[in-house]
């Protein structure tokens, strides 16, 4: 179970991404400027056992979050809700 506490500080987000994993169920997060409309937190997941670079972008799915310490608890509840209703892409 992916935890708020997991996540690091919202400001380890301004210098680099964050990977971790959740079983088979890999996930990246990382602070996107969207212009005027300021930063957002973007998390991509998708089925190990390979790394980012290496997974096709087919197997890869992503949403977006509010860049503060709410969206990433929202982030936290998002990975562990996406786990548990698709078990089977993780096994």
């Known amino acids: 179970m992916v935890e708020r506490k997991d996540l690091l500080s919202l400001n380890f987000y301004k210098k680099t991404p964050f990977y971790g994993s959740l079983k088979n169920m890999n996930y990246k997060i990382e602070a996107v400027?969207?212009?005027?409309?300021?930063?957002?937190?973007?998390?991509?997941?998708?089925?190990?056992?390979?790394?980012?670079?290496?997974?096709?972008?087919?197997?890869?799915?992503?949403?977006?979050?509010?860049?503060?310490?709410?969206?990433?608890?929202?982030?936290a509840d998002f990975l562990n809700s996406r786990y548990d209703k698709q078990k089977e892409l993780f096994s």
Request: glycine share 10%; aromatic share 14%.
């Open 33 to 75: 400027d969207k212009g005027d409309d300021g930063k957002i937190l973007r998390v991509v997941y998708w089925p190990g056992p390979y790394n980012f670079d290496a997974t096709p972008d087919t197997l890869k799915q992503e949403s977006e979050f509010p860049y503060s310490e709410e969206g990433l608890c929202c982030i």
